[in-house]
């Protein structure tokens, strides 16, 4: 980008390319993205996804149906629970293919190669500890596309002013799977949680 965004010559100042070529402002939109991606289809949880590590996301390749999934390894160091347990992606390969991509911004921000045993979502600023405060990303880019919070009214007619944020996304995930009509034991066992 030039120094001036071409202000000199007369070009009008594109004020919205700095969130695309800063390298400050890069990163973490990056991380918005691709942590909305994963969360969306899978339904782990914000605590989850901070501590997962680059090894814990791999693709499997089914031969027997000519299909590749993308699964996460939630360790039981990393589970609230203290469960191991594997949650599947429900957009089969394209979260592995978005992994690449959001690959390729991790080294631009951190001018390294990733090593497995890395962390997905390194802080920013020092690389060997896991993303702080997840909502600081979520919070102000979710108001800037509206979402910020809804009033709805419950059955007896009561407001009630509901809140958006990153476990929104987990929120959504099971709501989607439910109508669907997805096993309820499956989906429990799928997202770390009881009936």
Known sequence: ?????????????????????????RYPTAVFWF???????????VSELVKLRRRDVRLIVDREDDCSYTAINIDQTVSKVGKQRTAYADNMHNLFFFMKVYTREVEFAFNRKPQPDDFLFPQPGDYGVPRKKLYNLFGPRLRSIGLDSQTVVTRKGHKVKVVFSAYSFRSYFISEKLKEGMNIYNLSKLVGVSI
């Open 1 to 25: 980008r030039a120094k001036h965004d071409g202000v000199s010559a007369g070009w009008q100042k594109n004020v919205e390319a700095k969130d695309f070529v800063s390298k400050k402002s």
């Open 35 to 45: 942590a909305s991606q994963v969360l969306v289809s899978t339904g782990i949880r």
